[in-house]
Nanobody, 118 residues
Framework: QVQLVESGGDLVQPGGSLRLSCTTS????????MGWYRQAPGKQRELVAV???????KYADSVLGRFSISRNTAKNAVDLLMDDLKPEDTAVYYC????????????WGQGTQVTVSS
């Protein structure tokens, strides 16, 4: 059984930065991608960024150029650096493990709250 633990969520002013981290424990056999997803109140969960075992990444258009995902394959951990945060980035951010960058995650963390507000 795999476990994912997110950290780093906080209240930040518009234009600010945050780094989210996700660490995993347990077997992640057949996991080829790790990513970050978010869910705002009243909205569906959506992809933010995902990175494959080969280091290639995919981003949502809304965060392209502002967010950067990185992965420590040896530690089975993934970070999300978020710059120039906007109020519309406010959401619960979840770490997810998937079989590919194009697949929906099969394992989830508990989520961490990011609030962007002045």
């Amino acid at each position: 059984q795999v476990q994912l633990v997110e950290s780093g969520g906080d209240l930040v002013q518009p234009g600010g930065s945050l780094r989210l981290s996700c660490t995993t424990s347990g077997s992640i056999f057949r996991i080829n991608a790790m990513g970050w997803y978010r869910q705002a109140p009243g909205k569906q969960r959506e992809l933010v960024a995902v990175i494959g075992n080969d280091g290639s990444a995919k981003y949502a258009d809304s965060v392209l150029g502002r967010f950067s995902i990185s992965r420590n394959t040896a530690k089975n951990a993934v970070d999300l650096l978020m710059d120039d945060l906007k109020p519309e980035d406010t959401a619960v951010y979840y770490c997810g493990l998937a079989s590919s960058k194009d697949s929906w995650p099969i394992s989830w963390g508990q989520g961490t709250q990011v609030t962007v507000s002045s």
